[in-house]
Each structure stands twice: as structure tokens, then as C-alpha cells.
């Protein structure tokens, strides 16, 4: 609701001043208004940390972090290295 607001008023007044009046980021506006990327799924870190153990025995060690990040990107999962 925040976020639609600011879209309301931003040809108004400037973006940096309608978000610290509403106290969010100029940045989460952004992304509320690119729409982001509903069926992404997020990992939390034990949820990762296990991904990247089976992928590492599956390949028997021999990815490093560059290949392990784009095997994780293709199953589906936002990772960065």
C-alpha cells in the first residue's frame, strides 16, 4: 500500500523524499514497481548449504564456485557466487 501510494505521488514531489516520509527504500520501490518474479523460489541458508553439499558429492567435487552457482541457477534457485 506504501508502495502505491509513492506511485501516486512521485510526479509530485521527488522519490527520495516520498520514500523516507513512508520510511521505505528507494530501491524496494523500484523493485515493488519492476513487479519482480512471482514464482521465484528462495532457499534459506541450511536449505542452500544442503543444495550445494548434494550438488558437490553428485559431481564428485569437482565443480567450484563459478559451475556450482550456474548448476544452481539451473535447477531454479537465485544464487549468486
Not at 518474479?37 to 536449505?47: A, E, M, S
Not at 553428485?58 to 531454479?76: F, L, Q
Amino acid at each position: 500500500m506504501r508502495y502505491a501510494w509513492i506511485d501516486q505521488q512521485v510526479g509530485r514531489y521527488p522519490l527520495l523524499s516520498l520514500c523516507r516520509v513512508v520510511s521505505v527504500s528507494v530501491n524496494g520501490y523500484r523493485a515493488w514497481k519492476r513487479g519482480g518474479k512471482p514464482g521465484r523460489t528462495r532457499l534459506t541458508d541450511t536449505q542452500l548449504l544442503r543444495l550445494i553439499r548434494a550438488v558437490h558429492a553428485e559431481v564428485k567435487g569437482a565443480y567450484g564456485s563459478p559451475r556450482m552457482t550456474g548448476e544452481i541457477r539451473d535447477r531454479g534457485f537465485p544464487v549468486s557466487v
